[in-house]
T-cell receptor, first 117, second 109 residues
Framework: GAVVSQHPSWVICKSGTSVKIECRSL??????MFWYRQFPKQSLMLMAT?????????EQGVEKDKFLINHASLTLSTLTVTSAHPEDSSFYIC?????????????FGPGTRLTVL | GQNIDQPTEMTATEGAIVQINCTYQ??????LFWYQQHAGEAPTFLSY??LDGLEEKGRFSSFLSRSKGYSYLLLKELQMKDSASYLC??????????WGAGTKLIIKP
């Protein structure tokens, strides 16, 4: 089956620093990658959708200058949380869609838990 | 507007059957997904329905009624490891997933 990895799986950083999270599709080419944020006991919230080689599309209320997304290849997308603050502490999950299936199933990465001190 | 509703929490007994309901309102409906999410982990795919009817896959089955905007996930022979949140998500005309808040399923011995 399709495998998506994320790195790191968890990170603790100081307030004001930047953190980069990688999302890789290991055995397939992902035409589209999605970034989600999930706070405890809440549903997944879509942050942005990125297509390889083009700018990401951000959901309303998500600051594109704070959450930088780069989708440089069909197997790698990165999310950089710039000038992180404690309220950015969350579980960040990426997913990748092959675009080849009729229903574009998303395959999820294992998630990255970010804690900002 | 687009909306997904599912119960917040359900409790069931090991070995029993439980049905988790989901109602949705989605523009340009392109299917209904069910995912399982254990605490602290990412969701894992369970099922996809786009046509009316019941899809059975082992102990899990999923049902869809497009005319009613309704789906359910049926879990049989419940095991303790089935304790998790179950997320219902509909896909809209842009192939974006609209997520429900999830149903926390608690299994008791």
């Amino acid at each position: 089956g399709a495998v998506v990895s994320q790195h790191p799986s968890w990170v603790i950083c100081k307030s004001g620093t930047s953190v980069k999270i990688e999302c890789r599709s290991l055995d397939f080419q992902a035409t589209t990658m999605f970034w989600y944020r999930q706070f405890p006991k809440q549903s997944l919230m879509l942050m942005a959708t990125s297509n390889e080689g083009s700018k990401a599309t951000y959901e309303q209320g998500v600051e594109k200058d704070k959450f930088l997304i780069n989708h440089a290849s069909l197997t790698l997308s990165t999310l950089t949380v710039t000038s992180a603050h404690p309220e950015d502490s969350s579980f960040y999950i990426c997913s990748a869609a092959t675009g080849t299936s009729s229903y574009n199933e998303q395959f999820f990465g294992p998630g990255t838990r970010l804690t900002v001190l | 507007g687009q909306n997904i509703d599912q119960p917040t929490e359900m409790t069931a007994t090991e070995g029993a059957i439980v049905q988790i309901n989901c109602t949705y309102q989605t523009s340009g409906f392109n299917g209904l997904f069910w995912y399982q999410q254990h605490a602290g982990e990412a969701p894992t795919f369970l099922s996809y329905n786009v046509l009316d009817g019941l899809e059975e896959k082992g102990r899990f089955s999923s049902f869809l009624s497009r005319s009613k905007g309704y789906s359910y996930l049926l879990l049989k022979e419940l095991q303790m490891k089935d304790s998790a949140s179950y997320l219902c998500a509909s896909m809209d005309s842009n192939y974006q997933l609209i997520w429900g808040a999830g149903t926390k399923l608690i299994i008791k011995p």
